[in-house]
């Protein structure tokens, strides 16, 4: 049993490690400020989770698995609140994006 949790633990947590490559790519590469939060915290939220999810086994007890689990939800609330607020930043200042890149040059 304690094989299968190894290459669970493995598994989980190289998918955990991808999700988090992505987000931070899509950082680096996606052009206005929306997406890129959009990106990052979606992959972010996700790869946390399949960490979590890999480290459950490893834990030792139950009250260790619920540490984790707490720490990810913690983790869930406080990146959905600096979410939006960055978000009203960006747009109470208007730099969703360039406008050529919305309205195909036009303002309005």
């Known amino acids: 049993m304690s094989l299968l949790a190894n290459i ?8 955990g490690l991808g ?7 899509g ?7 929306l997406s890129r939060l959009h990106a990052l915290t979606k992959a972010d939220n996700l790869g ?3 960490i979590v999810l890999g ?3 490893q834990a030792g007890s139950l009250g260790g698995a ?6 990810w939800l913690l983790a869930l609330g ?9 978000a009203q930043i960006v747009n109470g200042r208007g730099k969703r994006g360039a406008p050529e890149t919305i309205h195909g040059g036009r303002e309005g």
Do not use: H
């Open 8 to 15: 669970f633990t493995v598994v989980a947590v190289t998918a």
């Open 19 to 25: 999700f988090f490559l992505a987000g931070t790519a």
């Open 27 to 33: 950082l680096l590469r996606f052009p206005d400020a």
């Open 48 to 50: 946390l989770g399949l």
């Open 55 to 57: 480290l459950m086994p």
């Open 66 to 71: 619920l540490k984790l689990v707490a720490v």
């Open 78 to 86: 406080a990146g959905g609140i600096a979410g939006q607020m960055i």
